[in-house]
């Protein structure tokens, strides 16, 4: 535990890299499927078409769409569900860690989903990362209250919040048809940009 003596290097960056490594995957990925819904409705109706040979009804994108969105939020209760156990048997820094074995493997299941034209890639990565939003909202507050100095413990609490609106913010303007928000580039959203978070987390 740190002394409440003031604040050093090590701790700012234990505090910066637990804070961005965990709430930036929180963030991110609930913002995510926003800007390019349509985008990702195309994928599916095209990924339908070439299985069945006919094109998708307009409820039956809509329905698979919403699985994809609302997945997260049942692997968020999951990895809630799971966080005192991790933190009991791995402690919260190496549950933080674990989680990002996670970040990546969700990753790479959407990236590469619709090079292997399989939207159920999407939904399974989906559900992975939010059992890491969930891992990370129980184990990062947790993290961040114990290497911080009592006068200071506060503060560095509201930290995994903020990032969590800066990480939606980013997300929403990645999405744009100027950035990422192309037919060609809209993987990178979802699979090849945010596990560089984790490199932030990995240091800790």
């Not at 990645?174 to 959203?189: A, E, F, V």
């Amino acid at each position: 535990m740190p002394s409440a003596q003031g604040v050093t290097k090590n701790l700012v960056f234990a505090i910066v890299a637990g804070a961005v490594g965990s709430a930036f995957q929180h963030g991110y990925n609930t913002g995510v499927v926003n800007a390019p819904q349509a985008l990702v409705e195309e994928f599916i109706n095209a990924t339908y078409s070439v299985r069945f040979e006919e094109p998708a009804p307009h409820s039956t994108v809509t329905f698979i769409f919403s699985i994809l969105v609302a997945v997260f939020c049942v692997g968020g209760v999951v990895g809630a569900g799971a966080t005192a156990y991790v933190a009991e048997r791995a402690g919260r820094r190496g549950g933080l860690l674990l989680g990002c074995v996670l970040v990546f493997v969700a990753a790479g299941l959407m990236g590469l989903a619709r090079t292997a034209r399989s939207y159920e890639m999407m939904v399974l990565g989906r559900f992975v990362i939010g059992v890491n939003a969930g891992l990370n909202a129980g184990l990062a507050p947790m993290y961040l209250a114990e290497i911080s100095p009592l006068h200071l413990r506060g503060a560095v609490g509201t930290i995994y919040q903020l990032v969590i609106t800066i990480s939606i913010l980013i997300s929403q303007v990645l999405g744009l048809p100027s950035l990422l928000g192309t037919r060609d580039r809209w993987p990178y959203m979802f699979g090849r940009f945010y596990p560089l978070a984790t490199v932030n987390i990995a240091a800790v």
